[in-house]
């Protein structure tokens, strides 16, 4: 059974460009979420998607976004990005959300400079 | 609201000996626990979760955990440290209703194991 699949693994980009990162949930999960990981903040949530429906979104200003497609694949943006947003964003998916088990990806890696 | 609190950022144990990773957690309703691990440039990975069964609850690479509710406690423990247990190890809470869908994070615990 395959796991979550994040890509890319790394990224590089230039203060005020914006990024896509995408992430494959394991098969029949339909719910995905977005966790940011940094030293000084830890693990912080980002939003969560069911069904192609966000359904609780935290505390972060409004340049990074999500979706998720029919398939149960998602995406997160981050437009106009910042040196702050340097980071690893790391995806979860699981049948119903935090509650059941969740399985997270391998993340993504974003360096802005 | 919920949030979670580990005691000690950082746990160092000798090799064979026991692992305390400590976890007090704060809810409205009945929580959702978990234990995670994450290896160096890794993902977390589940180690056990609590649901509202068992208060002991058994998890992977002999790791297990108890629930008191009276101490708002999680706290996770090995009988023998292995090398291989050498990582950061976070404990996280969810509610167990509503429409939370989320997992709270404590700040981690990086433990590490002397030979």
């Known amino acids: 059974k395959a796991g979550v699949t994040q890509t890319p693994r790394y990224l590089i980009k230039t203060r005020g460009q914006q990024v896509t990162l995408s992430c494959s949930p394991i098969?029949?999960?339909?719910?995905v979420s977005w966790y940011q990981q940094t030293p000084g903040q830890g693990l912080q949530f980002l939003f969560e998607?069911?069904?192609?429906?966000?359904?609780n979104k935290g505390n972060f200003p409004g340049r990074f976004s999500g979706r998720q497609f029919s398939n149960s694949r998602s995406e997160m943006n981050v437009s106009t990005l910042e040196l702050g947003d340097s980071a690893l964003y790391l995806c979860?998916?699981?049948?119903?959300?935090?509650?059941?088990?969740?399985?997270f990806g391998q993340g993504t890696r974003l360096t802005v400079v | 609201a919920q949030s979670v609190t580990q005691l000690g950022s950082h746990v160092s144990v000798s090799e064979g000996a026991l692992v305390l990773l400590r976890c007090n957690y704060s809810?409205?309703?009945?929580?959702?626990l978990f234990w995670y691990v994450q290896y160096p440039n890794q993902g977390l990975q589940l180690l056990l979760k609590y649901t509202s069964a068992a208060t002991l609850v058994k998890g992977i690479n002999g790791f297990e955990a108890e629930f008191k509710k009276s101490e708002t406690s999680f706290h996770l423990t090995k009988p023998s440290a292995h090398m291989s247990d050498a990582a950061e190890y976070f404990c996280a809470v969810s509610l167990s209703g509503g429409s939370n869908y989320k997992l709270t994070f404590g700040k981690g615990t990086l433990l590490t194991v002397n030979p």
């Open positions: 809810s409205s309703v009945p929580p959702y």
């Open positions: 998607y069911f069904s192609e429906t966000q359904r």
């Open positions: 979860a998916s699981s049948r119903q959300g935090a509650q059941t088990e969740a399985f």
């Open positions: 098969s029949g999960h339909r719910s």
